[in-house]
Each structure stands twice: as C-alpha cells, then as structure tokens.
C-alpha cells in the first residue's frame, strides 16, 4: 500500500468550531512536507508569540496534504493574512473564547492513492501510528519516568535545551523546564503509546485463533468484542486479568514500574489513565481504482489502517 507522493495522502479534520467571539483567532492551515510542530513553529517565529498561544486539535503528518486548524491567542486576521510560507496555505475563519483542543476534533477524513486497489474492511485494530514515536519520542518519555533526566536531555534536539546546558552542564532539570509543558507531555505519551501497542499485540494473539501476524502486529479477521486498554499511569486499576498480565509484563522489560509514572519533580506532566479502545469503526469507505476514502474518529492512524489494508492483502 505504498504512498509514493505528499498529494498521495490527503486529509482533512472534521471538526467543531461553535461556539462565542473570543479572543483566539481560528486559522484554518493546508500545509505539505511540515508536521504540526512545524507548524507551530513557524507561528511562534513569524508572529512573536510564546508557544502557550498556540493551540491544535490534533497532530498531523509530514508526509502528506493536510488541512488542520489552529487557535492563536491575540492574534489579529490581518497579521495572518500577510505571512507567507511555501508549503503552507492560511485562511483565518473566525474567533472563539477557548482554545481549541482535542475535544474539538470530530475525527479525520483521508484521500489517498496506493499502488494498488484494496480489500473493503470497516473496522481498525487502533494501534498508535509511527509518527507517534518519531525520532526517540518514547526513549524521551521513558528516561523521564525513570528520573534519567541527563539521559533525556541528550535525546532531545531542541535548541533552548542545549543553550541551558551550555551555561549550566549539570543542570538537566532546568534544561528539560526550558521545554513547553505540551511538549514534555507528548513524551511521557508516546512511552505509553508503546505499552498500549505491545499490550494489545500480545492480547490478540492470545486471545483469538484467527489471530495473525503482520510486520510485527497483530491483526484479526472481524471486529471482536469491544474493550478498552489502559493508556497506563500510576492510578491504572486493571479490569481484565488478561491485559494486566500483558501490561506489566512490557512494563517489567522496560524496567518501568507503576510508580513510575509519579513524576514529582514535574508534576504538571503527570498523566492519568486513560482508555483507548482496541477497536474503531472505519466510516465512509470507498475505492475508485487505486484511490480509497475513509473517515477514522479522532485518535486513530490512517498509516495503521494502511498497514491494516496491506495485511489483510498479504
């Protein structure tokens, strides 16, 4: 299922944007070969604004078309219209009194062209997407639950890091303090990504017989009965017997513990269980030829459905 080209991979949030006139400018942005943190960036620099003034409701791919939309706080129309990026197209659409955030995403609606023409499937075994876990994103979270705070700064590529650190060497604490909140966050949630797809990778080749092995997941024929894994932190109280085993057992490997996930030092990354469903439904699918259009709730990874498509082709 191979997507050769960036206009190979179209998408488009659904989203809700009710609501009052406020003071965060809605900016609706169709960008190619930038990830929302390039994004992001990119406003921060040609705006003048701190990062806290930029809000998304989801994270979107580099390699792809993507329209996305984001908030910005005291931002005028006006500014936006007169900046300028080749791979970005802005288009402000009105204002709002909160920020948006996750809970504004509706889901996900995708266009994309593959080498060949798929399987018709209706449902998704969730797994987290590649772009989840780019670069060392979990190796990032996991030195930071085991307190390895030296070893995290040496992962992370971020500028304001380094410059800390060259002013103060010891001071890995004040190195990683230096990074958004949003951002750190997003590391400890990729190190739980990876306990969510490793766990539910073992659930479903013990669980079912027609169960099947694909690039290292596992995938079977038909939507099973729904359940829900835990996103894990120190407060997960497990409900099956089965997935307790799984989870602490990846846990065990990576020599990480429940209480871990109590990060006193960073108290405001802190994460809270939370529970994901191993199965989604896919919406509105459709094939003409080699072009398929599918829409997937918030969440979930069209590169998931893709290598879900290509299994079930194999």
């Not at 288009?91 to 909160?98: H, V």
């Not at 930071?144 to 002013?167: G, M, R, V, W, Y």
Request: aromatic share 12%; hydrophobic share 35%; net charge positive.
């Amino acid at each position: 299922m191979l997507v050769e080209q960036p206009e190979d991979f179209v998408v488009e949030e659904l989203l809700d944007i009710t609501g009052s006139p406020g003071p965060y400018l809605y900016v609706k942005v169709k960008k190619k070969n930038m990830n929302t943190l390039d994004v992001v960036k990119f406003f921060c620099s040609t705006l003048k604004i701190p990062r806290r003034y930029v809000s998304y409701a989801g994270s979107k791919d580099k390699f792809a078309v993507t329209t996305q939309h984001f908030s910005l706080l005291h931002v005028s129309e006006e500014r936006i219209n007169k900046l300028h990026h080749p791979n970005l197209e802005l288009t402000p659409l009105t204002t709002r009194d909160k920020p948006l955030s996750l809970g504004t995403l509706n889901g996900n609606s995708f266009k994309i062209r593959v080498s060949k023409k798929p399987p018709k499937i209706n449902f998704l075994v969730n797994y987290f997407g590649e772009q989840r876990f780019s670069e060392n994103n979990a190796e990032i979270g996991k030195a930071i639950l085991k307190k390895d705070f030296k070893k995290a700064c040496s992962l992370i590529d971020h500028n304001e890091t380094q410059k800390h650190l060259t002013f103060y060497p010891n001071d890995f604490v004040g190195a990683l303090q230096t990074l958004d909140k949003k951002l750190l966050s997003l590391y400890i949630h990729a190190f739980q990504s990876f306990v969510w797809n490793e766990t539910s990778k073992r659930y479903l080749k013990n669980k079912y017989k027609d169960a099947f092995e694909f690039q290292g997941f596992f995938f079977v024929n038909e939507i099973k009965q729904q359940m829900h894994i835990p996103l894990i932190a120190f407060d997960t109280e497990f409900q099956d017997p089965l997935v307790e085993r799984f989870c602490l057992e990846v846990l065990k490997e990576q020599t990480i513990t429940l209480d871990d996930f109590i990060i006193r030092t960073f108290p405001e990354i802190m994460p809270v269980t939370t529970l994901r469903p191993l199965f989604v439904n896919v919406t509105d699918f459709k094939t003409d030829n080699n072009n398929i259009q599918f829409t997937l709730p918030k969440g979930s990874y069209a590169t998931t459905f893709l290598k879900q498509l290509e299994a079930f082709d194999h």
